[in-house]
T-cell receptor, first 113, second 112 residues
Framework: AQTVTQSQPEMSVQEAETVTLSCTYD???????LFWYKQPPSRQMILVIR??????QNATENRFSVNFQKAAKSFSLKISDSQLGDAAMYFC??????????FGTGTSLTVIP | DAEITQSPRHKITETGRQVTLACHQT?????MFWYRQDLGHGLRLIHY???????NKGEVSDGYSVSRSNTEDLPLTLESAASSQTSVYFC???????????FGPGTRLTVL
């Protein structure tokens, strides 16, 4: 089974600053999808951004962008101009040739006013 | 609007009792999934289904069962609840062509 590793259990950032959350994965597949999900205190899982492995261009959604390094099997999330509402647990996820998702253990992000 | 719902949102039960958690989606998705979320483990897959009458075991399926009699519902049953099954349970769904899983709001289950 594929494994997804998030090595930062907790991170903090000052409001309006930039923070990067790390994610690495292990796979033998060449075609796959990567995701970042946000889980605020409400527990609802919200898709933040996704990346297709065949696309070389890094995905961007407003203040959220990724640094996808396919050879290194790395998929980090950058949050620019951090806002108080960004405080949440962030999960990295992998989807390969099947329909199963594999999730990392999560990074808890605190935004300091 | 299409949605995915779970019930109950909170449940307290006793060791040894049978418990069923409901999941209902109106997306008309073929794929449905059950996860449990525990601190330090992220989300772990319990069971999943790719269509009516199809069910498959996930990473942590022991002590759990599912059945898929229609497209909309995938109930999760704990045959004999154990304290180790105290957790937050999430249901999710997706379609074959989707590159996203849509999640329900979660059910917090406590087994005393």
């Amino acid at each position: 089974a594929q494994t997804v590793t998030q090595s930062q259990p907790e991170m903090s950032v000052q409001e309006a600053e930039t923070v990067t959350l790390s994610c690495t994965y292990d796979t033998s597949e060449s075609d796959y999808y990567l995701f970042w999900y946000k889980q605020p205190p409400s527990r609802q899982m919200i898709l933040v951004i996704r990346q297709e492995a065949y696309k070389q261009q890094n995905a961007t959604e407003n203040r959220f962008s990724v640094n996808f390094q396919k050879a290194a099997k790395s998929f980090s999330l950058k949050i620019s101009d951090s806002q108080l509402g960004d405080a949440a647990m962030y999960f990295c996820a992998y989807r390969g040739s099947g329909n199963q998702f594999y999730f990392g253990t999560g990074t808890s992000l605190t935004v300091i006013p | 609007d299409a949605e995915i719902t779970q019930s109950p949102r909170h449940k307290i039960t006793e060791t040894g009792r049978q418990v069923t958690l409901a999941c209902h989606q109106t997306w008309n998705h073929n794929n449905m999934f059950w996860y449990r979320q525990d601190l330090g483990h992220g989300l772990r897959l319990i069971h999943y289904s790719y269509g009516v009458q199809d069910t498959n075991k996930g990473e942590v399926s022991d002590g759990y069962s599912v059945s898929r009699s229609n497209t909309e519902d995938l109930p999760l049953t704990l045959e004999s609840a154990a304290s180790s099954q105290t957790s937050v349970y999430f249901c999710a769904s997706s379609d074959h062509s989707d590159n996203e899983q849509f999640f329900g709001p979660g059910t917090r289950l406590t087994v005393l």
